[in-house]
Structures are given as C-alpha cells and as structure tokens.
C-alpha cells in the first residue's frame, strides 16, 4: 500500500515536472519564431508598412481584452475546485467567451471605419479581427490543459501556428505581397494553432459551446474583478500606439512598434516565472505559513531583481545595434526608444511579481483602484505629452505607468502579508549591472550578439563574485525546503 502511494507521487511528481518543462520549452521555441517573423516582417514592410500592422493589431488588442474579461483564470480556479464539473465549466466558459469574442471583435471591424487611418489600416483590422478571434478562442482553452497537466500538447499547437506564421510571412516577403497578406498569414497560424488545441483537449475533455445562463452569473461574478484590472491594464500598455496613431505618422509607429516587439519578447520571461511562482506562493500564504510566504516572496523578488536590472542598463548600451540586428537599417531609431522601454520592461518584471502575489493573497478586488489611477493618469499623459514629443514621449509615460503599478501593487502585498525583502542581493545587480554596463561601452565595435554574450559574463561573473549567485535562492523560490 505504501509503495503504491509513494509510486503514485513520484508519478505525478514527474508529470507536474514534465509538464512545466514543456509549457516553458514551448512558450520560449513560439518566442523564437516569434523574432523570426518580426525579423521578416519590419525587412519586409519597412517603417510605415510595420506601422501600419502595429496600429491594426495595437487596436485589435483593446477589443480582445474586452472579449476575455478575466474568463481563463477564472476558468483555471473554477475547475481546479474539488468536485468541479470540469465538462460543464469548460463548456460554458468556452460558449461565453465565443459570444463575446464575436461581439467585441465584429465591434472593432466596424469601429475601426471611424478612425482617420489609412484604408489598408482599416481593411487590416476588419481581416485581422479573425485573427485575434481564433486567438481568443484558443486561450480559454489553455486553463483546461494546465488543469490536466498535459500542456506539452497546447505547447505543440502554439509552436505549430508560429510557425505556420513564420513560414507565411517568408513567403509573403519573398513574393513582394503586402500588409494584407501578412494580415492573412496571421490569420492562418492563429487558426492552425485553434484547430490543433480544440483537437488535442476532445481527447480529455468533450469540450462544446454551452450557454446555461445561470452558470454564466457565476463565472462573470468570479471573473470581473480580473477582466476590469486587466482591461485598465491594457488602457496605459497600448494607450501609447492607439494616440500616438492619430497623431503622429505610420513611420513613427513603425519605429516604435519594433522597439516595443523587443520589449514584448523580453516580458515572456517574468510570465513564465510567475506562472512557476504562484501556486508556491498561493500555498504558503493559504496554510497559514507566514514566515514561508515572505522567505519565498524575497527569494522571487531578488531573482526577478538580477534578471531585470542587468537587462535595463544593457540596452542603453547596445540598443541601436540591436535593433538594427532585429528589424533591419531602417529601424536604427528604434534603438533609443528601446533603451527607454526597456526601465520600463524591469518595472514588469518587479509588477509582474506583485501583481501575482495580489491573486495569491485574493486581493485582486482592492488593488482595482491602482489600475483606475494608473490607466487615468496614463492616457492623460498620452494626449498632453504624444502629439508635440511623438514617440520619446510615449516611452517614458509607458515607463511611468508601469513603475506605478509596480509600486502600487507591492505596497499592498507588503502592508498585507507583512513580508519583509532583503536589498543585499538587489544591490549587488545594481552595482554588477553599472559595472556590465562601464564595461559593454568600453568594449571594441564587436557584434552586437558577441557584446551582449560579454556583457552577461561579465555581470554574472560580477555577481558570483559578490556572492550574489546562490543554488539555494532558486531553490527557495521553487518551493523546496529553504533555511530562513
């Protein structure tokens, strides 16, 4: 009986471990082809053509948010209850998020008619309103496949659809097509990535649209508090593109839409810890074990901390080369937006770990206040600062709003759980991020990837150093046994 019990652990032990590797193993291999299609994408378009699909799917953006509402993790805590009627939920959350994904999506086809864009730009985001619906569809159904741990099979459909995307846009490139097509070639590889998901979840779990309203009351009452915080969220994220849109040129866009892809691709990886992070977070504060939350709350912090600060000063080092490496000559100038947007990147790594402690500790509905303020005062500065200062001036509002939820956020997890953050190791990164960045400046005109791989030696090396590197504040993090 008891080797039974411990050979049923070490199975499910594996599976969680298994599970994990392929959900970080995917989302990384889709970023990778990720930059390989925006590596086409700007050659291809060019500056005003790139801005034009920024301001499209920048605008398309809005809408999904809208059309989601909060309904994946709610989805995820809903069936992860004892007792869930899995079939049931999954059914009805998925029925619900396909009647407003249509509504919101057939909305911005037509609310996109008024704006004073281009044709192309309107056509652009009638078309690719599919898209972002097979997009929409797609995520819900992501909670189910985490629930069951067998995410390597959503990984796989994600990887595919980059892919098919990737493949699509070469093509399109190499063939001399336009904005349009590369619109269609997104169009595809979302659906390819929808058609795979929706086949692979049949196998365990006969998911169909279920529209039973009074399961509906439920899940929109559990769900609000995050839709509304992340639709605020959403309003400062890409307030920036939609004002910078009607006032400043689609070239200008296009030099800040590729800065921003980067800046996209560098925060998959605070969402991928985080998603790590929180069930070891959400267990210790919910067993009661104070002490515990705040030893693993420092440990993610001081890790999120030697990630993000050497990241920040790097880019004002290498930023223009980068980008030039990234999107093409053209796109020279989006080297120093990068350097700015990049402060902002380490306030999303910061804010993406209090944002995450807050559903930890169920305050999601008292921190609805902060996002308010944050997208309010945000926007404002948008429409006071965008139309005399362009681009510059949308980087540094997009730098302000992220450092305020960031402050805003760990304020209240901090005055809650009363946990305490040690600033040893934070300064350690600073200081070996200074010295990493004295260093990338002195170094010859090397290539830009053969600078950032000195440049990561060096800090790390710095820091090892200092004493700063240490196996057990990983491990900490993780939620082994860790010393005080």
Same mark, same amino acid.
Request: hydrophobic share 60%.
């Given at each position: 009986?008891g080797?039974?019990?411990?050979?049923h652990v070490?199975?499910?032990?594996?599976?969680?471990?298994?599970?994990?590797?392929?959900?970080?193993g995917?989302?990384?291999?889709g970023?990778?082809?990720?930059?390989?299609?925006?590596?086409v994408?700007?050659?291809?378009l060019?500056?005003?053509?790139?801005?034009?699909?920024?301001?499209?799917?920048?605008f398309?953006?809005?809408?999904?948010?809208?059309?989601?509402?909060?309904?994946t993790l709610?989805l995820?805590?809903?069936?992860?209850r004892p007792g869930?009627?899995?079939?049931?939920?999954?059914?009805n959350v998925f029925?619900?998020?396909?009647?407003?994904?249509?509504a919101?999506f057939?909305?911005?086809?037509?609310?996109g008619?008024?704006?004073?864009?281009?044709?192309?730009?309107k056509l652009s985001i009638?078309?690719g309103?599919?898209?972002?619906?097979?997009m929409?569809?797609?995520?819900?159904l992501?909670?189910?496949?985490?629930?069951?741990?067998a995410?390597?099979?959503?990984?796989l459909a994600?990887?595919?659809?980059r892919l098919?995307?990737?493949?699509?846009?070469l093509?399109v490139?190499?063939?001399?097509?336009?904005?349009l097509?590369?619109?269609l070639?997104l169009?595809l590889?979302?659906a390819?990535?929808?058609a795979?998901?929706w086949?692979?979840?049949?196998?365990?779990?006969?998911?169909?649209p279920?529209?039973?309203?009074?399961?509906?009351?439920?899940i929109v009452?559990?769900?609000?508090?995050?839709?509304v915080?992340?639709?605020?969220?959403?309003?400062?994220?890409?307030?920036d593109?939609?004002?910078l849109?009607?006032?400043?040129?689609?070239?200008?866009?296009?030099?800040?839409?590729?800065a921003?892809?980067?800046?996209?691709?560098?925060t998959v990886?605070?969402?991928?810890?985080?998603?790590?992070v929180?069930?070891?977070?959400?267990? &210790?504060? %919910?067993?009661?074990?104070r002490? $515990?939350?705040?030893?693993? =709350?420092?440990?993610?912090?001081? *890790?999120?901390?030697? /990630?993000?600060?050497?990241?920040?000063?790097?880019?004002?080092a290498?930023?223009?080369d980068?980008?030039?490496?990234?999107?093409?000559?053209?796109?020279?100038?989006?080297?120093?937006?990068l350097?700015?947007?990049?402060?902002?990147?380490?306030m999303?790594?910061?804010g993406?770990?209090?944002?995450?402690?807050?559903v930890?500790l169920g305050?999601?509905?008292?921190?609805?206040?902060?996002?308010?303020?944050d997208?309010?005062?945000?926007?404002?500065?948008?429409f006071a600062?965008?139309?005399?200062?362009?681009n510059?001036?949308?980087?540094w509002?997009?730098?302000?709003?992220e450092?305020?939820i960031?402050v805003?956020?760990?304020?209240m997890?901090?005055?809650?759980?009363?946990?305490?953050?040690?600033?040893?190791?934070? &300064?350690? %990164?600073?200081?070996a991020?200074g $010295?990493?960045?004295?260093? =990338?400046?002195?170094l010859?005109? *090397?290539?830009?990837? /053969?600078r950032?791989?000195?440049?990561t030696?060096v800090?790390?090396?710095?820091?090892?150093l200092?004493?700063?590197?240490?196996?057990?504040?990983?491990v900490?993090?993780?939620?082994?046994?860790?010393?005080?």
């Amino acid at each position: 009986m008891g080797g039974a019990i411990i050979a049923h652990v070490m199975s499910l032990t594996n599976r969680i471990l298994g599970n994990t590797v392929m959900q970080v193993g995917g989302k990384f291999a889709g970023t990778f082809f990720g930059i390989l299609t925006v590596m086409v994408m700007t050659r291809h378009l060019g500056l005003e053509g790139y801005g034009q699909f920024t301001t499209a799917t920048s605008f398309l953006q809005f809408f999904g948010v809208l059309a989601d509402f909060g309904l994946t993790l709610t989805l995820m805590r809903m069936i992860a209850r004892p007792g869930a009627d899995e079939t049931g939920l999954s059914g009805n959350v998925f029925g619900l998020r396909l009647l407003s994904a249509v509504a919101c999506f057939g909305g911005a086809a037509l609310l996109g008619l008024a704006f004073p864009y281009p044709p192309i730009v309107k056509l652009s985001i009638a078309v690719g309103s599919l898209s972002f619906l097979f997009m929409s569809l797609t995520s819900v159904l992501g909670g189910v496949f985490q629930k069951r741990l067998a995410t390597a099979r959503f990984a796989l459909a994600e990887v595919f659809g980059r892919l098919l995307l990737f493949m699509g846009v070469l093509l399109v490139g190499w063939l001399g097509y336009g904005l349009l097509a590369v619109i269609l070639m997104l169009v595809l590889g979302n659906a390819l990535q929808f058609a795979m998901s929706w086949v692979f979840l049949r196998r365990l779990v006969p998911v169909r649209p279920l529209f039973e309203m009074s399961v509906w009351r439920e899940i929109v009452s559990e769900s609000w508090p995050i839709g509304v915080t992340t639709a605020l969220n959403l309003v400062y994220l890409k307030g920036d593109v939609i004002v910078l849109s009607l006032f400043r040129s689609q070239s200008e866009i296009g030099v800040y839409g590729a800065a921003y892809k980067v800046l996209d691709v560098i925060t998959v990886i605070p969402v991928v810890f985080m998603g790590l992070v929180m069930p070891v977070l959400a267990a &210790a504060w %919910s067993s009661g074990d104070r002490s $515990l939350f705040s030893r693993r =709350l420092d440990r993610s912090f001081g *890790f999120m901390t030697m /990630l993000a600060l050497p990241l920040a000063a790097g880019a004002w080092a290498v930023s223009d080369d980068l980008m030039v490496l990234v999107a093409g000559t053209d796109f020279v100038r989006s080297g120093p937006i990068l350097a700015i947007l990049m402060v902002g990147a380490a306030m999303v790594f910061w804010g993406g770990l209090f944002g995450h402690a807050i559903v930890s500790l169920g305050l999601q509905r008292k921190i609805i206040w902060a996002y308010a303020a944050d997208a309010a005062v945000s926007f404002a500065l948008y429409f006071a600062l965008v139309p005399d200062y362009g681009n510059v001036a949308a980087a540094w509002v997009t730098v302000f709003s992220e450092a305020f939820i960031a402050v805003a956020t760990a304020a209240m997890v901090l005055g809650r759980s009363r946990a305490r953050l040690s600033l040893s190791l934070p &300064a350690k %990164s600073f200081l070996a991020s200074g $010295l990493m960045y004295a260093a =990338l400046l002195a170094l010859p005109d *090397f290539h830009v990837l /053969l600078r950032v791989l000195s440049g990561t030696v060096v800090y790390f090396g710095l820091l090892f150093l200092m004493g700063g590197l240490k196996r057990e504040m990983l491990v900490g993090v993780l939620g082994r046994p860790i010393s005080p």
